[in-house]
Each structure stands twice: as structure tokens, then as C-alpha cells.
């Protein structure tokens, strides 16, 4: 075999690594002392988004996190790493952004979306923090990234968006720990 040809083969068998896909647990539940919900997610709206959720969430970084701004029957968000310590309470809401870029889509902002909180200094600021709308909120399309929609447990969503709050900042902790986990199979067709 010549030279040449060799080193074509070996060319041949050296590979780019192949693109992620979608993460394998494509679910995430979100407990709460006010219950569960139930965040499908969308690996293929905002791939990037999903698996920072994803890899937040598995290292436990959601964990003792708070739901720190709350606007009653409109959204409630959450998931800002600051919000673990209690001293931190002024600077809510500024911690874990800046480390993605926007994934927009046409996807509308009804009841159950999930959307990366980003700040208000640019669309290309997302990152640990999150938001779930409570009651459709039109107005945020092309200005937040999709990334999941809840699937069950809407009622304690509502709960947690009743919780008393001054402006936007609820009155007491309303703390979260999330878990990642296989979506569960659709029931069975009856014959």
C-alpha cells in the first residue's frame, strides 16, 4: 500500500465528535413545599438552553434556590443562585445570567411555558434563571427563549404565584429542588 493511500484511510477514520443531541432525561421535576410540577423539556426549540437546565439541575445547582420575583397570576421565576443564601435578598435576580445566547422561536408565551429569565441589558443574557407563566403572556414573544412547558402540576404553580408578595418579591421563601427524569410513557390504547 502506498503512502499516500494510507494516510487517506487513516484521515478517513479519524472523526469529528459527533453533535450533542438531546439530553437523555428530557424532564424535570420541580418540588416545592407548595407540591410539584412537572417541566417537559425542548431539546429541539432551544438545545442550548436545555442542556444548561439539564446541567444545572444534575450538579443540584436549582437545589435551595428560591422563587424570587413573583408577579400574582402573571409569572413566577426562580432558579438565580444567589437566592440559596438569605443574606443575598437584595441582589435576587442577578445571579446566573449572562452565559447563553438568545434561541428564539414562534412558540407562544400560554399558561405552563417555561423561559429563560435573561437580563435587561440584552436578549443575549439568559442563563440559570427561569420564569413560568401563569396566564398567557403575549407580549414576551421574540424577547425570551423557550425552553419547556409544564406538563402536570399547574395547580401548585398557582399556589406558588398566590404566595403574598411586596411588588414582586414574595414575603416568604418558596424554596425549590429539582430532579431530572425520564418522561413517563403514554398510557396504554385501549383495544
Same mark, same amino acid.
Given at each position: 500500500m502506498n503512502s499516500a493511500f494510507a494516510l487517506l484511510l487513516a484521515l478517513l477514520a479519524i472523526q469529528a465528535p459527533a453533535a450533542p443531541g438531546p439530553p437523555e432525561?428530557?424532564?424535570? &421535576? &420541580?418540588e416545592t413545599e407548595h407540591g410539584s410540577f412537572v417541566i417537559r423539556l425542548l431539546p429541539d426549540v432551544a438545545p442550548n438552553h436545555v442542556a444548561h437546565f439539564v446541567k444545572t439541575a444534575g450538579a443540584g445547582g436549582y437545589d435551595r434556590t428560591t422563587f424570587h420575583r413573583i408577579i400574582t397570576r402573571g409569572i413566577i421565576q426562580g432558579? /438565580? !443562585?444567589? %437566592?440559596?443564601?438569605?443574606k443575598q435578598s437584595a441582589r435576587y435576580g442577578t445571579g446566573?445570567? #449572562?452565559l447563553l445566547k438568545a434561541e428564539f422561536s414562534d412558540r407562544p408565551f400560554t399558561r405552563g411555558t417555561v423561559a429563560a429569565a435573561r437580563k435587561p441589558s440584552g436578549k443575549d443574557t439568559g442563563g440559570s434563571q427561569f420564569f413560568v407563566v401563569v396566564t398567557d403572556q403575549p %407580549?414576551?414573544?421574540?424577547?425570551?427563549? =423557550?425552553? #419547556?412547558? &409544564?406538563v %402536570? #402540576?399547574? /395547580? @401548585? @404553580? /398557582?399556589? =406558588? %404565584? /398566590?404566595t403574598p408578595v411586596d411588588g414582586d418579591k414574595p414575603r416568604s421563601r418558596v424554596e425549590m429542588k429539582v430532579r431530572l427524569r425520564q418522561p413517563e !410513557?403514554?398510557? !396504554? @390504547?385501549?383495544?
Amino acid at each position: 500500500m502506498n503512502s499516500a493511500f494510507a494516510l487517506l484511510l487513516a484521515l478517513l477514520a479519524i472523526q469529528a465528535p459527533a453533535a450533542p443531541g438531546p439530553p437523555e432525561k428530557t424532564e424535570a &421535576v &420541580v418540588e416545592t413545599e407548595h407540591g410539584s410540577f412537572v417541566i417537559r423539556l425542548l431539546p429541539d426549540v432551544a438545545p442550548n438552553h436545555v442542556a444548561h437546565f439539564v446541567k444545572t439541575a444534575g450538579a443540584g445547582g436549582y437545589d435551595r434556590t428560591t422563587f424570587h420575583r413573583i408577579i400574582t397570576r402573571g409569572i413566577i421565576q426562580g432558579g /438565580d !443562585p444567589l %437566592s440559596k443564601d438569605p443574606k443575598q435578598s437584595a441582589r435576587y435576580g442577578t445571579g446566573g445570567l #449572562g452565559l447563553l445566547k438568545a434561541e428564539f422561536s414562534d412558540r407562544p408565551f400560554t399558561r405552563g411555558t417555561v423561559a429563560a429569565a435573561r437580563k435587561p441589558s440584552g436578549k443575549d443574557t439568559g442563563g440559570s434563571q427561569f420564569f413560568v407563566v401563569v396566564t398567557d403572556q403575549p %407580549s414576551l414573544l421574540g424577547q425570551y427563549t =423557550i425552553f #419547556g412547558e &409544564v406538563v %402536570s #402540576g399547574m /395547580d @401548585v @404553580v /398557582d399556589k =406558588i %404565584s /398566590d404566595t403574598p408578595v411586596d411588588g414582586d418579591k414574595p414575603r416568604s421563601r418558596v424554596e425549590m429542588k429539582v430532579r431530572l427524569r425520564q418522561p413517563e !410513557p403514554p398510557p !396504554p @390504547v385501549a383495544p
